[in-house]
């Protein structure tokens, strides 16, 4: 399967719980730390949740 990076931006002070249980459950928790995962339709739900936190590019 792809891969892609994922890569936090933003802040998550202020940020309702799901989208905090989203961010560590992807790894992150802090700004411009990158991690690379599967390209799956739940990874793709997961970023669409946080899309405004965090960049995405193709690895």
């Known amino acids: 399967m792809a891969k892609v990076k994922v890569t936090q931006i933003r ?3 202020k940020r309702p719980k799901n989208q905090k249980a989203t961010i560590a459950a ?3 928790g802090k700004i411009n730390k990158s991690v690379e995962v599967e390209n799956t339709p ?3 739900g997961m970023i669409r949740k946080i899309s405004h936190l965090v960049t995405v ?3």
């Open 11 to 13: 802040s998550i002070i």
């Open 26 to 28: 992807l790894g992150l």
């Open 42 to 44: 739940q990874m793709q």
């Open 57 to 59: 590019q193709d690895a």
